[in-house]
């Protein structure tokens, strides 16, 4: 037998060479096992919230426009201005910039860039986001520097990047991330900066300023840091275009930093309102809840509002209130509304500039306005406009009693007590008719039942219809109003007043309609359009242009004061009706001009309605 071999001194055995190399290979298994076990636990356990998610679960800015299509203001949600724009609509210069400053990789990578991870891992803080892991950091809330933090990005980022095409989640990246003064997404970001729409026309150097707000928003904003700190910062995104190929060739030359097209935060404030567009608002979301919009379910999408104003014509409405008040009492306050007759579609809705009372939405005291409805109840009795009138210096009437002076003159005619807004006549006639015929035919022209639950035409707090119907006690908003007259001016077609036309969704598609419903008011069309044209008739006036209009003026007293709280020009022509409120906050205070004569229906709301026709009635209306 062979003697067994015995190693020298100091020699490893080849058994326990097996056993080092054994521990080597297991604990290298374990450095490159164990975080590939975690990798994938982590990845069947943790779950990334879809980009469809997120921004459903995020309130949208709803925004408002004109019948044009023109903007006319924002409803911002508390968080800031949010407007969705899908993938298609970015423009592809923003695309690459955002890219190329952001992550060069995005459009080939597994959802993160390994360089920049490896560099995060190294040092312990955070950075070496890519797109998706920022995404992931601005979905799931979680901003904290720290190594766990990264490697639950690392994972969903994978993910997600798995589940969804990448234009899906740069979209959707890109509509939740932060550019500065209280925007979210490029489309609130190009109006809040640059003051327009984001669209086709944008530039390299816009595009490149955008991006760079990115990084740090509060930090880039040139309105808070300057614009020399600005300029550096547009400096390096534009540099990263050029170096990664995006910028080539002459481009390069054309592109500047964008200092002098930036606006000041100021004149591009999401959301920011004066009073007149406070009103609107107010008014629309109203109108909005009615429909089964609240403004909850609204904030859900990104939804555009179509709403049936005209821009100039409000626009012009606010010039010509506040000219024609220039140098008159401070205390005066002004409304007016206009409505398309047929179809109900407010025109003009200026509820004043003067703070949050909204002049065109609440009621006021309609005075002598009130007596084409008399007279209509009166044309339905068989009582024609150009019959004798009564003008009895006092007339008693569900036990209160009136005492008016005859300023119709005798003989006097139903027509001629409508031009000189008298009272006696139309007290009178309340007393033949009654209360019940006179609110009836106010019903009937399009007067509503009630508004916001309180019923109109009635006694404060009652269902009594009391003595004040006979001279326009009862307090009507300017909108009713129009949209009653509108009824007239339609030959008897009424049409119930709404300031939304359509919804439509990001896509432009229309998620709900606003379905008019016009009807003649007097049962049918024959009888409609004779009692129509009867009152019609008996308002004709002439605009300065000599076009053919109708016109019905009226104040209403304070008591037995002789002064006057509230003073009201409505008329029309076929195409346009308008309807203007001249009274101040104080009920009490005596209605004058900066001369100290009292204003009348026939006076200031006036002179404020033939301007406003004059520049938005439209052509020569048929006789």
């Known amino acids: 037998m062979s003697a067994e071999y015995e190693p020298e001194a100091g020699e490893k055995t080849p058994g326990r060479w097996r056993r080092v190399r054994r521990i080597a290979y297991w604990t290298a298994g374990l450095g ?88 995060a891992l190294l040092t312990g803080f955070g950075g070496g986001s890519g797109i998706t892991q920022q995404y992931i950091k601005k979905s799931t809330g979680d901003d904290e520097h720290a190594i766990t933090r990264k490697l639950t990005e690392l994972v969903l980022a994978t993910k997600i990047t798995q589940e969804q095409s990448k234009e899906k989640i740069f979209e959707s990246y890109v509509n939740i991330i932060s550019f500065g003064r209280n925007t979210f997404g490029p489309a609130a970001a190009m109006n809040a900066f640059f003051g327009r729409g984001l669209d086709e026309s944008l530039t390299w150097s816009e595009a490149a300023f955008l991006a760079g707000m990115i990084q740090s928003p509060s930090v880039h904003d040139p309105a ?27 481009e390069i030359g054309r592109m500047a930093y964008p200092g002098k097209e930036i606006q000041p935060p100021s004149e591009t404030r999401a959301g920011r309102l004066d009073y007149g567009q406070y009103h609107v ?18 904030r859900q999408g990104t939804l555009r509002i179509e709403t ?55 009621a006021h005291p309609v005075g002598s306005a009130f007596y084409p409805f008399s007279m209509l109840a009166g044309l339905r009795a068989g009582i024609g406009v150009d019959q004798p009138a009564a003008s009895p210096p006092e007339t008693e009437f ?21 031009r000189k807004a008298a009272d006696a006549p139309f007290a009178d006639l309340a007393k033949r008719l009654g209360a019940d015929a006179l609110s009836a035919a106010a019903r009937d022209a399009g007067i509503p039942d009630a508004v916001d639950g309180a019923a109109t035409l009635r006694e404060y707090n009652s269902d009594l219809i009391g003595a004040g119907i006979a001279i326009g006690r009862y307090p009507l908003r300017p909108l009713d109003m129009a949209g009653a ?93 308008t309807a203007v409120w001249i009274g101040s906050d104080d009920d009490s205070w005596r209605l004058r001009n900066s001369g100290g004569q009292k204003i009348t229906g026939a006076t200031m709301p006036t002179d404020i309605w033939q301007t406003f026709m004059l520049a938005n009635a439209g052509g020569r209306p048929a006789r």
């Open 32 to 119: 490159v096992g164990i975080p590939l076990l975690a990798f994938w636990i982590a990845y069947l356990v943790l779950d990334v919230r879809s980009p469809q998610e997120v921004l459903a679960g995020l309130d949208k800015t709803v925004t408002l426009d004109y019948s044009d299509g023109s903007e006319l203001l924002k409803v911002v949600p508390p968080d800031g201005d949010r407007l969705f724009v899908p993938y298609a609509r970015i423009p592809a210069k923003l695309r690459d910039a955002i890219v190329a400053t952001e992550d060069p990789t995005f459009w080939d990578n597994q959802g993160f860039d390994p360089t920049g991870v490896g560099r």
């Open 224 to 250: 808070v840091s300057g614009d020399e700190h600005a300029a550096r910062r547009w400096e390096y995104v534009r540099d990263k275009l050029v170096e990664r190929g995006y910028v080539k060739g002459g």
């Open 281 to 298: 608002k107010q008014a629309v979301l109203a109108e909005l809840e009615r429909a089964g919009f609240p403004l909850n379910r609204l």
């Open 308 to 362: 049936t104003l005209d821009r100039r014509a409000q626009e012009g409405a606010r010039k010509t209130i506040k000219d024609r008040l220039a140098g008159e009492p401070r205390e005066l306050r002004g409304a007016l509304v206009s409505v398309e007759p047929g179809t109900g579609a407010v025109r003009v809705y200026d509820g004043g500039d003067d703070g949050l009372r909204d002049y065109a939405g609440v």
């Open 398 to 418: 569900l036990g209160e009693r009136f005492k008016y002076p005859n300023v119709c003159g005798d003989p006097c005619t139903y027509r001629q007590a409508l």
């Open 485 to 577: 007259y509108a009824t007239f001016a339609a030959k008897g077609v009424r049409a119930m007043p709404y300031l939304v036309e359509k919804i439509r969704d990001e896509k432009g598609e229309i998620v709900w309609q606003h379905t008019s419903r016009p009807s003649p008011f007097s049962g049918d069309d024959a009888t409609s359009t004779r009692l129509a044209d009867a009152v019609t008739d008996a308002l004709r006036t002439t605009l300065p242009d000599g076009r053919p209009a109708a016109l019905a003026t009226g104040q209403f007293e304070q008591g037995i004061s002789q002064d006057y709280a509230a003073a009201w020009a409505i008329g029309y022509t076929p195409k346009l009706v």
